[in-house]
């Protein structure tokens, strides 16, 4: 039983397309993060949401906005891609945004746009 | 939060006690030290965390120093699929809940 799960786990596309990420997390976490791994393998943390509330906005550029419609689910929503927005995306959660506290990731999705 | 260092690479047999350490040296007193680990094209794993005191779960140990500024996760009985890039990091319990990741080390388990 997946903790938190991403959909698609590849996505290959034009450049200029839109194209979304699903997450959702089975944990009844509070908060919900999207974090970016480049091909370098660094890998930053873009938005972070607490109760359907952006929290974080990492200086994303605008194309990328994120939506909660609710706490268990945190979409990532890509306009006009760019070739360097190909890297691979997770989604993580945890219990709450401050306190100590564990963060769980999704398996990731590998967006590749050419 | 407070910055980590880390060397990028290290080796273990299999079977053998894996000491990865981290140095943090600016950490301040209410920032705790949390370990992640990044097995091949997968997401990063939590590990452990610990503020001054040693801690011990199922997975690992780690070990922080009195003055707290450097500590060493300990893998007991590395094994081959232990081989992942282990990261260290130095957050607050106050912050926003994101986790700065460094480069962190590549533990290479060899047979």
């Known amino acids: 039983d997946t903790a938190v799960s991403q959909t698609p786990k590849y996505l290959v596309t034009q450049m200029g397309n839109d194209k979304s990420i699903k997450c959702e997390q089975n944990l009844g976490h509070d908060t919900m993060y999207w974090y970016k791994q480049d091909s370098k393998k660094f890998l930053k943390i873009m938005f972070s949401y607490n109760n359907k509330e952006l929290i974080i906005n990492e200086t994303v550029p605008n194309r990328f906005s994120p939506k909660s419609p609710d706490k268990a689910h945190l979409n990532l929503h890509i306009n006009s891609l760019e070739l360097g927005d190909s890297a691979v995306y997770f989604c993580?959660?945890?219990?709450?945004?401050?306190?100590?506290?564990?963060?769980?990731f999704g398996q990731g999705t590998r967006l590749t746009v050419v | 939060d407070a910055k980590t260092t880390q060397p990028p690479s290290m080796d273990c047999a299999e079977g053998r006690a894996a000491n990865l350490p981290c140095n943090h040296s600016t950490i301040s007193g209410n920032e705790y030290v949390y370990w992640y680990r990044q097995i091949h094209s997968q997401g990063p794993q939590y590990i452990i965390h610990?503020?001054?005191n040693n801690e011990t779960n199922e997975m690992a140990s780690l070990i922080i120093t009195e003055d707290r500024k450097s500590s060493t996760l300990i893998l007991p009985h590395a094994t081959l699929r232990d081989t992942a890039v282990y990261y260290c990091i130095v957050r607050g319990s106050s912050n926003t809940g994101k986790l700065i990741f460094g480069q962190g080390t590549t533990l290479q388990v060899k047979p």
């Open positions: 610990g503020l001054k």
């Open positions: 993580a959660s945890s219990q709450s945004q401050g306190g100590v506290t564990e963060a769980f």
